[in-house]
């Protein structure tokens, strides 16, 4: 058994938009802001995998706290963008 521990993927902000289907400056604001926990490198941003699965997850929390609004089709995710 290999005790070396395992090294978290690390995403670029490209990646991270692509995962996210937004614009690169959009991922690279959230990042900057802190709303999306990522290392710079250099002068290069990543993110760890498990930060940007935080990420889409605390959006379907939110989204799930919200009651649902009569009328108004379904309950979509809110990421905070």
């Known amino acids: 058994m290999d005790s070396t521990p395992k090294t978290p993927a690390l995403y670029t902000v490209r990646e991270v938009a692509e995962a996210l289907r937004v614009h690169s400056r959009t991922a690279y604001r959230l990042i900057t802001q802190g709303d999306i926990k990522a ?43």
């Open 39 to 81: 290392i710079k490198i250099g002068s290069q941003w990543r993110v760890p995998e498990r930060a940007l699965m935080d990420y889409i997850e605390s959006g379907w929390r939110k989204s799930l706290r919200e009651k649902p609004r009569a009328g108004k089709g379904p309950r979509q995710l809110k990421l905070p963008m």
